[in-house]
């Protein structure tokens, strides 16, 4: 089946790294993406990696693919107050029939200590 | 370009009345989703769309209907709003393409009484 879990709040403090987990089910998962969602606001795409990737790096953001343990992680350094927000895993299933899926994880709440 | 549009942003219904939540994307995209988001519960796939005239369910499609007439729109039709179909909306899109990113709209903030 397709699943996608992530825990529901991190708290880290200011100028500190947050690394956020994500573990998902569906070993044909194609991509795996990172979404953000700031208060009121709709989701905003921060990154993807494709599955054949173990890592991809952009800015102060860092994922990391684990295939064989299907656990992804996103790593914001030097994490500022504009950071906090909503993030989402999600992964796209393989197979046509789900051309047009995304399936999203609950969200991990971020919150930055002064 | 514009993205994705939704109207409206919010909305409030009673029990039993029926509406339409309109979703537009000037992207030329083919595949196009609508999602429910709950608290606790992540994004939950409705109804989704790989091209005009083809339509699919998603996770919860109960209580909802689309349709896909044009590339362009992907409306969401409640027939009989009912409490539980209290949410916050969001329409996406995206291209054919595999890596083709999916695009949100701002959402719809639904309450039914």
């Known amino acids: 089946g397709e699943d996608v879990e992530q825990s529901l709040f991190l708290s880290v403090r200011e100028g500190d790294s947050s690394v956020i987990n994500c573990t998902y089910t569906?070993?044909?998962?194609?991509?795996l993406y990172w979404y953000k969602q700031e208060p009121g606001a709709g989701l905003q795409l921060l990154t993807y990696?494709?599955?054949?990737?173990d890592m991809k790096q952009d800015q102060r953001l860092t994922v990391l693919l684990n295939k064989k343990d299907k656990h992804l992680s996103l790593r914001i350094a030097d994490t500022q107050t504009g950071d906090s927000a909503i993030y989402f895993c999600a992964e796209r299933p393989g197979g046509y029939s789900s051309a047009s899926k995304i399936i999203f994880g609950s969200g991990t709440r971020l919150s930055i200590r002064p | 370009n514009a993205g994705v549009t939704q109207t409206p942003k919010f909305q409030v219904l009673k029990t039993g009345q029926s509406m339409t939540l309109q979703c537009a994307q000037d992207m030329n995209h083919e595949y196009m989703s609508w999602y429910r988001q709950d608290p606790g519960m992540g994004l939950r796939l409705i109804h989704y769309?790989?091209?005009?005239?083809?339509?699919d369910q998603g996770e919860v499609p109960n209580g909802y209907n689309v349709s896909r007439s044009t590339t362009e729109d992907f409306p969401l039709r409640l027939l009989s709003a009912a409490p539980s179909q209290t949410s916050v909306y969001f329409c996406?899109?995206?291209?054919?393409?595999?890596?083709?990113?999916?695009?949100f709209g701002p959402g719809t903030r639904l309450t039914v009484l």
């Open positions: 569906d070993s044909s998962s194609t991509y």
């Open positions: 769309s790989v091209g005009a005239g083809i339509t």
């Open positions: 990696i494709f599955s054949n990737m």
């Open positions: 996406a899109s995206r291209g054919q393409r595999e890596a083709d990113t999916q695009y």
